[in-house]
């Protein structure tokens, strides 16, 4: 059973334009959710978080969204660059209960110029 | 170099054999995780070692093992080796049982 699901295996987006991509989940107990790029040969590295006490964060370009009342976040990228084709991971965990953080799938953007 | 080091980088092996991938954790990490990315698949949480303890098991197979030592490297050792085993072996570290986790760059695991 998929805790976290990243339902947009893909994602194509012109340089410049805003990129969107989705996350739901489905443990209520989670209360802390990241957001992860990942380029070819290499590991994820950490982009941006949001704790369950707030709806947004931003941090320059990149934008997280939390609706905790339908369990879905999101991740804007305004404006996209090529630079930002990766794959995307979106992870969740509950910290009250110390569990490692629980990935989706991944959603792999593609910035054309 | 994000600080975690994964030996080795690829690894091809026949199917039945036994492995060892090795995580060095960034410098002050007491914290290592093991994940596994199979093909169309995300990260699957396998086991957590926190300062030479096990602290957390996720969808980790009775074939596969792991442990912590006390210069706080960690191997996941997989054994009894299947074709579905193949795919892509992360490992990350953090302080404590921070969300601050930083991957190593991963062992590709290839079993014919």
């Known amino acids: 059973d998929q805790q976290v699901k990243q339902n947009s295996p893909s994602l194509s987006v012109q340089e410049g334009r805003i990129s969107i991509l989705n996350c739901d989940y489905t443990?209520?107990?989670?209360?802390?959710f990241l957001w992860y790029k990942k380029y070819p040969a290499e590991g994820p590295t950490f982009l941006i978080s949001?704790?369950?006490?707030?709806d947004k964060n931003e941090d320059g370009r990149f934008t997280v969204f939390l609706n905790k009342s339908a369990k879905h976040l999101s991740l804007h990228i305004v404006p996209s660059q090529p630079g930002d084709s990766a794959v995307y991971f979106c992870?969740?965990?509950?910290?009250?209960?110390?569990?490692?953080?629980?990935f989706g799938k991944g959603t792999t953007l593609s910035v054309s110029s | 170099d994000s600080g975690v080091t994964q030996t080795p980088k690829h690894l091809i092996t026949a199917t039945g054999q036994r492995v060892t991938l090795r995580c060095s954790p960034r410098?002050?990490?007491?914290?290592v995780y093991w994940y596994q990315q199979s093909l169309d698949q995300g990260l699957q949480f396998l086991i957590q070692?926190?300062?030479?303890?096990?602290?957390a098991k996720g969808n980790i197979l009775e074939r596969f093992s792991a442990q912590q030592f006390p210069d706080l490297h960690s191997e996941l050792n997989l054994s009894s080796l299947e074709l579905g085993d193949s795919a892509l072996y992360f490992c990350?570290?953090?302080?404590?049982?921070?969300?601050?986790?930083?991957f190593g760059s991963g062992t590709r695991l290839t079993v014919v």
């Open positions: 443990n209520s107990m989670f209360d802390y």
């Open positions: 070692y926190y300062n030479g303890e096990e602290r």
């Open positions: 992870a969740a965990s509950a910290s009250q209960a110390g569990t490692a953080l629980i």
């Open positions: 410098s002050g990490d007491l914290s």
């Open positions: 949001i704790s369950s006490i707030k």
């Open positions: 990350a570290s953090s302080v404590a049982d921070s969300y601050g986790y930083t």
